[in-house]
Structures are given as C-alpha cells and as structure tokens.
C-alpha cells in the first residue's frame, strides 16, 4: 500500500508512456483539440486504446495523467533510463534531447516483458559548447546546476519577454535538435503555464 492509499501488491507492473519529436503533437492536431487540456485527453485517450486494443483490458489503474496518484515523472524516467534532469527546467533524453515528454503512468495486472536500457552519460556533461547558458537572456540556465527556476519565471511574465512562448535556452540544446518540436507546440505549452505562473506570483508577492 502507498501513501497515497493504492494497493500496488494487486499489479505486477508500472508502465510508463513517453513520446520523443513532434509526432505526438501532429496526432493531436489530427485527433481534434478537445477538453481544456486536450493534451491530457489525448494522453488518456491512448492510453484507454493500449489497454483494450493490444492488451486486452488486464486490471489496471491509471497514475497520470488526472489519475489516481501523481508519480514523480522525473524519477520514473531516470529509472527507466529515458531521461536525466537537464538545466531548461524540462527533461533531457540522450536521443530526443528536451524534446520528449511523458504521457501517462499505470499500473496493470498483467506480466509484460521489463525493459532494460543501458546506462549513457548525462547528455549536458558531455556536451562541450553548452549554448544554453549564454541563450537565457537573464542568466537562469546553469550547468551544474541548480538552475534559477525563480529568476526565469518572473523574466516570463514581465511584458514583452522574448521568453513568454519559448525557452531560448531550450532552443539552443543541441540534443536531439532534430527532433525539435514545432513552434505551435512549443508556443501552446510555455502560453498554457503562464497564467499558473502569474497566479503563483501575485499570491507570494502580496
């Protein structure tokens, strides 16, 4: 039984749902913009077609997203070996670089193969030029880190940031930079936090 009440003993597997690149975006495009966070629905949506088309609907429970418990996606990642957390506040994956995201986390009854990845460096330790941190243009994006998460989400806010709608450090990521996403889904995710953001300030500076 966890925290949050779950009795993990009735599964035998916790499966994690990840896409690298745009395509996910371009599905979603295709599928229809539904709800008011369509890429949750989506998300979910496939999810419910993975479990009844390929598996046979086994006895499951959905984690994320809007699910029964809110799993530390980071960490899921670093042990499934996907991803390590990177200085742009997002994710970095040794092949999509900050252009992957996880989609959704369940737990199931049913005995599937386990995936082993080997372990790869850190993309940011071996990458040489590091463009990312001189692409902040307040100086946030540091390596090592911490990077200054306070100092970026105000400069978001501010009128007229060249950082309302993109990351220009993330853009500046060599990794994977081919995988990049478009500039409606890049625009769509850093717009779609910003009122959270704004929310979160004008409670803490009161």
Not at 15 to 37: M, R
Not at 146 to 167: L, V
Not at 187 to 193: A, E, G, K
Request: a negative charge.
């Amino acid at each position: 039984m966890t925290e949050a009440g779950i009795a993990v003993s009735d599964f035998r597997r916790l499966v994690l749902l990840g896409a690298g690149g745009p395509g996910f975006w371009s599905n979603l495009e295709a599928f229809g913009f539904y709800s008011d966070d369509p890429v949750d629905h989506y998300a979910r949506h496939l999810t419910r077609r993975l479990l009844h088309d390929f598996l046979g609907d086994p006895p499951s429970l959905l984690l994320y997203p809007g699910g029964a418990a809110a799993p530390s996606l980071t960490r899921l990642g670093e042990l499934a070996g996907w991803g390590s957390p990177s200085p742009v506040f997002v994710g970095i994956h040794p092949d999509y670089g900050p252009w992957f995201a996880y989609r959704a986390a369940f737990l199931i009854d049913l005995d599937l193969p386990v995936d082993e990845v080997a372990p790869r460096p850190h993309p940011c330790d071996v990458c040489l030029d590091k463009p990312c941190l001189s692409a902040c243009p307040v100086g946030a994006v540091r390596w090592p880190g911490p990077s200054d998460i306070d100092t970026c989400a105000r400069s978001r806010i501010e009128d007229g940031s060249p950082c309302a709608d993109r990351c220009l450090a993330r853009l500046a990521c060599p990794v994977g930079a081919e995988h990049r996403y478009s500039l409606a889904q890049i625009r769509y995710h850093y717009l779609h936090s910003l009122p959270t953001i704004r929310s979160y300030y004008a409670t803490q500076d009161k």
